[in-house]
């Protein structure tokens, strides 16, 4: 993969710029163009640097200059994978881990990976709805900074809320699910119910947000209302070890929430 990488864009080397640069244009090239899709690993610097003309020095530093241009990703253990198009949560409400600076949160990268119909089986639908015909399910896996993933269930009534299986993705990730409520529905969350535990996370949440199985973790239970008895949605974190503050609020009387 290092030489047919090399052989396509790397051969026509610009005249006057250092090697690690010359390198780096190569692999914008080849990640533009799709050689190297969004999430894909790439091949050990070490294979770069043995298929290529450049030193190992060179493709550390090559790469060492994408990894701060949030280009690629370096993860311990795994590898190195082509970042993915991310969008950024407006607003984020359930996530707020606190950043380094007083005052401010990490960003929330949400990406859809499900969006379907069920029915109504668990506890959590008959608080919704006993009567509804079926619930949305969107599940989310939510980047925070460049540090961790949180992985989201979220649910709410189908009859009511059809709209929801229409909108696009990138409108579901940048969008606070409250903001859509109040903004096309008139229905502001007014208050929270949240229940949380510390136990193991499933096997199958593990794998998604890249932890060890086994791993025990938060599990983030959330029930929106619009009103004391008026439940509007309910949602579920799996949130992995961190050393992060969570900014729990059981308000909504917050004047950036209605922008």
């Known amino acids: 993969m290092g030489q047919k990488f090399f052989d396509k864009y790397g051969a026509s080397p610009i005249s006057g710029l250092p090697k690690y640069i010359q ?4 692999l914008v090239a080849a990640i533009a163009d799709g050689f190297w899709k969004p999430g894909e690993k790439l091949p050990p610097e070490v294979e770069i640097a043995r298929k290529t003309p450049f030193s190992l020095g060179t493709v550390q530093k090559a790469m060492g200059a994408l990894v701060k241009e949030r280009l690629i990703i370096r993860e311990q253990g795994r590898g190195t994978f082509v970042a993915e198009k991310r969008v950024q949560m407006d607003i ?14 990490l960003p929330v990268y949400p990406k859809v990976l499900l969006r379907r119909r069920v029915p109504g089986e668990q506890t959590w ?3 919704l709805n006993p009567e509804a015909r079926s619930f949305i399910q969107i599940d989310r896996l939510i980047k925070i900074g460049e540090e961790f993933s949180v992985y989201s269930k979220f649910y709410l009534d189908g009859d009511r ?8 993705n990138e409108e579901l990730e940048r969008t606070n699910f409250k903001t859509l409520l109040h903004h096309e ?12 535990r510390i136990t193991e996370l499933p096997k199958d949440i593990c794998w998604v947000i890249r932890v060890p ?6 599990i983030f239970d959330i029930v929106a209302n619009s009103g004391q008895k008026n439940p509007v949605y309910y949602q579920e974190l799996y949130i992995p070890p961190n050393q992060r503050k969570l900014h729990i609020s059981d308000s909504s009387n917050i004047p950036e929430y209605w922008i």
């Open 161 to 168: 809320f059809g709209t929801f299986m229409e909108k696009s």
């Open 23 to 26: 390198l780096r244009e190569a």
């Open 92 to 105: 984020p409400w359930h996530c707020r881990f606190a950043g380094d600076e007083e005052g401010r949160f």
């Open 125 to 127: 639908a008959r608080l």
């Open 213 to 218: 199985k086994g791993t025990a973790g938060l």
């Open 185 to 196: 529905f008139k229905i502001p969350i007014t208050h929270m119910a949240y229940t949380l």
